[in-house]
Nanobody, 123 residues
């Protein structure tokens, strides 16, 4: 079992930055590919970024060059650095862990989820 707790969300002006954190319980954090997803009001949850156990990263096209996913295995924490934020980035952001070998963009491939943190970008 892995418990995930997100933090770092908030209200920011367009063009601003936020860093989300995802703290994981347990001593096997390094074994899990990690992903960040988001869900805007009235929309389905969507993939944002993922990082493999070895640190390879993957992004949805709309955040490439603006968002950076990273992980610190010593701290059992994954991060999502979000720069140049836009109003369309407004959503609840979730981190997730997969027991699979490689990260994917599919929600169903992730086994553990955090409770989410709200990100609101004002225009």
């Amino acid at each position: 079992q892995v418990q995930l707790v997100e933090s770092g969300g908030g209200l920011v002006q367009a063009g601003g930055s936020l860093r989300l954190s995802c703290a994981a319980s347990g001593r096997t954090f390094s074994r899990y590919p990690m992903g960040w997803f988001r869900q805007a009001p009235g929309k389905e949850r969507e993939f944002v970024a993922a990082i493999s156990r070895s640190g390879s990263t993957y992004y949805v096209d709309g955040v490439k060059g603006r968002f950076t996913i990273s992980r610190d295995n010593a701290k059992n924490t994954a991060y999502l650095q979000m720069n140049s934020l836009k109003p369309e980035d407004t959503a609840v952001y979730y981190c997730a862990a997969s027991v699979g070998y490689t990260p994917t963009q599919a929600i169903g491939d992730y086994d553990y989820w955090g409770q989410g943190t709200q990100v609101t970008v004002a225009s």
